[in-house]
């Protein structure tokens, strides 16, 4: 529904309080026209925003018109609300010299969303876009998801601070599945949980051209991370990874290790303030065992202590192919060892670059562990074929089995026992615990005995605590490689040429007045903008006209295998390539899962069960009636 522009315009009659308002500010110069100017003069973009302003009833901003010779347009934090973000849309859709508007922190919440997104559907001049802090929630995220279906202008698009949910996350996925010019994508600051997780994983598995993915400051734990890690495994474009204040743990380290074995596009990776121990770097390390692209790694402000930087550095050292440059853990401190371990490392890898908080650090010095004295004693015994009073009967004459401490220890001294000064002294405390200075040891064997049991008691605890571990390891890995599975499949689908096409031809409507028909509208305000003789008014009629022309075209470069005629043939090679490109031997997996149902040999033995069974049933039949089974033989 179009509208006319005698609608739009105020009351001739008497002038509105912005217009006088524009009088004494001296905004009435910009607006007069000269009725003896040529009438196939065409309105400057700032023309076309200050009549903008006077149908909106909005104060135009005056930075906006200083800058609009430039490339880059900043209106961060100037408050213009839905209306003055529309205003600002009618003017630029037919510019041609700005290739980036930022609109940061201006509250155009989801209307001023829409009128964005209409604007961008006919400008093919502006390549990134900055919308964050504007509140647009998920309304705002389902307008801009609808526009990434077939834009193919935009590179770069930040969306930080919108307060989307995790459903808003298959906004993303499905648009970004099909889109492959977005090269830069900024979705931190928001509310992607578990479930945002699996949509955004699935984002990583299918998008073809996304290099930077920024997810920083969001709520993934460890089922977010886990998904996310098996969409980054089948990737073959990202670049750049941030997931830092995310709070995913040693479990989500885990899963990210694993991806890490089989990604060889992946530059930098940020996992600041994660919640990772030395034992979730361990679990990296191991993924970086097999890599050789990640460049930058950031683990600064986890819960690492000297150990974790130690093995940090070691794998970079016993990795020949490493590629690693710059490894962050600004919050640790080191110590001496450490830092001769960097200076070795950096002799075979001079590029490196780790950056520590400083020398100072410790490892936690636990107790040497010791055998304990009565396995020592009873070992010696039993390799000799003695008893307790075959040692002991040189120093007890009288044989009451109760010596003096000091006769005692240097007789343990000068024997052959491998007891050291720390095992004696402990020896002798548990022997005399009321501290009489006589050595009864008759109780050393009841004191093997109770020793006997702690040992069986402290290692049922460490077995116990050890399956515990790998059961929880175990689960995180089949969970991880279900997601695998999962994605790889999915991602064919949603690129085949009918899913592509049922998602852009769906009815959005924005507005009852497209914004090109505003420019149009305040372009034809007198009879000299209504000539033929301008090129770029026919198209400004409908941002329909655009949508038919530049999607195919996009997909078909982007995408050749969209535009094939046959769906089935091209979801089999997206397949096929995919799994070739990320792991050969998840493909083989999910292929033999596929296909099952056909390699199920059971049928075959079904037949002879069955006549098994009617055989007994005429058995049954001759015991009862003789007469009826002459037929039945037959």
Partial sequence: MSMSFEFLTLNEDCASPTELSWEQNGFVTDLESDENEDDNKEMTTGEVYLEACKLLGVVPVSYFLRNLGSTTVNLNHHGLGPMGCKAISIALVTDMQINKLELADNGILAEGAKYVVEMLRANFTIQHVDLSQNNLLSEGAQHVANMLLDNISLKSITLSGNGFIDDDGKYFSDALSTNSKIKELDLSHNEFCGKGGEHLGHLLATNEGLEVLDLSWNYLRMKGAVALSAGLKVNTMLKHLDLSWNGFGNEGALAMGEALKFNNTLIHLNLNNNRLTNEGVGMLCKGLEFNDTLRVLLLAYNSITVEGALALVNVVKSTHRSALEEINISNVLVNENFVHLLELTCQEHPSLDVQYGGVGGFIAKKPPKRIDPMKVIQDYLDERKLRLWDFFRNIDKDGTMRVPVAEFRKAV????????????????????????????????????????????????????????????????????????????????????????????????????????????????????????????????????????????????????NLLDDSPLPSRGKSISAQGARSDPEMSRNSTLTRSRPALNPKPPEGKPKSKKVKKKKVKKRTDKDTKKTTPLAK
């Fill in 413 to 560: 001294q000068q024997s052959t026992i491998p007891l050291d000064r720390y095992q004696i002294e402990d020896l002798i405390q548990r022997l005399d615990r009321d501290k009489t200075g006589i050595v009864d040891y008759r109780g050393l064997a009841d004191t093997r005995k109770q020793m006997m049991r702690d040992h069986r008691r402290h290692l049922k605890k460490v077995e116990s605590r050890q399956k515990k571990e790998k059961q929880k390891s175990d689960r995180i890995l089949k969970t991880f490689q279900t997601a695998v599975e999962a994605v790889t499949p999915q991602g064919s689908m949603v690129m085949s040429p009918g899913a592509g096409k049922e998602d852009s031809g769906g009815p959005h409507p924005f507005s009852a007045t497209p914004l090109s028909s505003w420019h149009h509208i305040v372009m034809s305000h007198s009879s000299r903008y209504l000539s033929n003789d301008h090129v770029h008014l026919p198209m400004l009629g409908s941002s329909t006209h655009y949508r038919p022309t530049s999607s195919p075209g996009m997909r078909s470069y982007s995408q050749p």
